[in-house]
């Protein structure tokens, strides 16, 4: 049976318009348990915005989060996948564009969700290391670094 991507997605996409402050994007990411937005303009997909980029698009290259809009760091002209297309092809595209996250949207380009590299490894082996930290509670890790 092929599964499809609606079935591992997360659903409800946390989104930030462009011109919102790198530093309320984090904001967001971290209220939301989230490493990343997708960044929009009146609903439509512009790019994507992950906490990496803000290292080193913004804090490593000495720009002040608070004056700087997500549009001039996301990553902009995002890979996507549909809802009903099959996980196989996820994973091809994450493989072939080396990518770990794909906003979904579907053929008229509303954002349904995004699927994550790691939603992808629980559903082809819920018993990897991959799958168990993915599967996690956001900021579980916090205690399991404390008993290191």
């Known amino acids: 049976m092929i599964r499809r991507v609606h079935e591992v997605m997360t659903g409800n996409p946390v989104t930030v318009e ?9 904001r967001v990411m971290r209220d939301a348990g989230i490493g990343d937005v997708l960044v929009v303009a009146d609903g439509r997909l512009l790019g994507i ?3 990496r980029d803000i290292v080193v698009r913004v804090l490593a290259d000495g720009r002040d989060p ?14 996507t996948v549909g809802p009903d297309d ?14 770990r996250r794909l906003p979904v949207r579907t053929g008229d380009g509303e ?3 995004i699927v994550a590299l790691g939603d ?3 559903e082809r082996d819920p018993g990897s290391p991959l799958s168990s930290i993915s ?4 900021g579980t890790w916090h205690g399991a670094a404390e008993q290191l």
Do not use: F
């Not at 996301?74 to 890979?79: I, K, N």
């Open 135 to 138: 599967a996690a509670e956001p």
């Open 18 to 26: 462009q011109r919102t402050s790198v530093a309320e994007a984090a």
């Open 120 to 122: 992808l490894e629980v």
């Open 66 to 79: 608070a004056a700087t809009d997500v549009r001039a760091v996301c990553t902009t002209g995002p890979v």
């Open 111 to 113: 954002l349904v969700g």
């Open 49 to 51: 915005l992950t906490d």
């Open 86 to 99: 099959g996980v196989d092809r996820a994973l091809d595209l994450m493989r072939r564009h080396a990518l």
